[in-house]
């Protein structure tokens, strides 16, 4: 069972950055495609971005494409989002997790092993 960990949330400003980490435990990490999504306040969880488990394929949201990139670093069973030019519309709870076996998608229902997520707010 996989487990994880996000970390790397906080406070900046509009046009700001941050990079958030998701530690994985678990013998197996390597294999999985993993995925970031985004819940704020009174809204549906979000698909943000996507990485295939050899880091060779993303995917992203057209919310934060150009802005955001995803990473992995199968060695130390973390997944990264680096997150620039920061918007007050960003504001979320950040989570990462990993995909079912066999779900394609970039739906949540598509995912598992949540984490318990990390604040991002971006003020204007």
């Known amino acids: 069972q996989v487990q994880l960990v996000e970390s790397g949330g906080g406070l900046v400003q509009a046009g700001g950055s941050l990079r958030l980490s998701c530690a994985a435990s678990?013998?197996?990490?390597?294999?999985?495609?993993m995925g970031w999504f985004r819940q704020a306040p009174g809204k549906e969880r979000e698909f943000v971005a996507a990485?295939?488990?050899?880091?060779?394929?993303?995917y992203y949201a057209d919310s934060v494409k150009g802005r955001f990139t995803i990473s992995r670093d199968n060695a130390k069973n973390t997944v990264y989002l680096q997150m620039n030019s920061l918007k007050p519309e960003d504001t979320a709870v950040y989570y990462c997790?990993?995909?079912?076996?066999?779900?394609?998608?970039?739906?949540?229902?598509?995912?598992?092993?949540w984490g318990q997520g990390t604040q991002v707010t971006v003020s204007s």
């Open positions: 997790a990993k995909r079912r076996a066999g779900r394609v998608g970039f739906y949540p229902d598509s995912y598992e092993n």
């Open positions: 678990g013998r197996t990490f390597s294999i999985y495609d």
């Open positions: 990485i295939s488990w050899i880091g060779g394929s993303t």
